[in-house]
């Protein structure tokens, strides 16, 4: 088992930065890809950011790309989500998510344990 605990989010005007944390416990941190993923109201869960064993490869989400930036630190066992430029649009409840496997994925179904969520609210 993985415990995952987001932590960081609030509410932030449109342009503001938030950096959004997950501390993770249980099991070898690194032996397991992370991800980011968000749900709006209404809405499916949809992807963010995700990032390999060590750091050294990620992926996100087109809506984020240019923005959003996922980090680790293996020694810590927390991976991290730096959110600039934020929009309105961005405004959802944010989950980190661990997949043990060495291959990214942006399918939450891939994911084997997720966090509780942390709400993230930009205003205009």
């Known amino acids: 088992q993985v415990q995952l605990v987001e932590s960081g989010g609030g509410l932030v005007q449109a342009g503001g930065s938030l950096r959004l944390s997950c501390a993770a416990s249980?099991?070898?941190?690194?032996?397991?890809?992370m991800g980011w993923f968000r749900q709006a109201p209404g809405k499916e869960r949809e992807f963010v950011a995700t990032i390999s064993l060590g750091g050294g490869s990620t992926s996100y989400a087109n809506s984020v790309k240019g923005r959003f930036t996922i980090s680790r630190d293996n020694a810590k066992n927390t991976v991290y989500l730096q959110m600039n430029s934020l929009k309105p649009e961005d405004t959802a409840v944010y989950y980190c998510?661990?997949?043990?496997?060495?291959?990214?994925?942006?399918?939450?179904?891939?994911?084997?344990?997720w966090g509780q969520g942390t709400q993230v609210t930009v205003s205009s």
């Open positions: 998510a661990a997949r043990s496997s060495i291959a990214l994925s942006t399918t939450p179904k891939q994911y084997n344990y």
């Open positions: 249980g099991r070898t941190f690194s032996n397991y890809v």
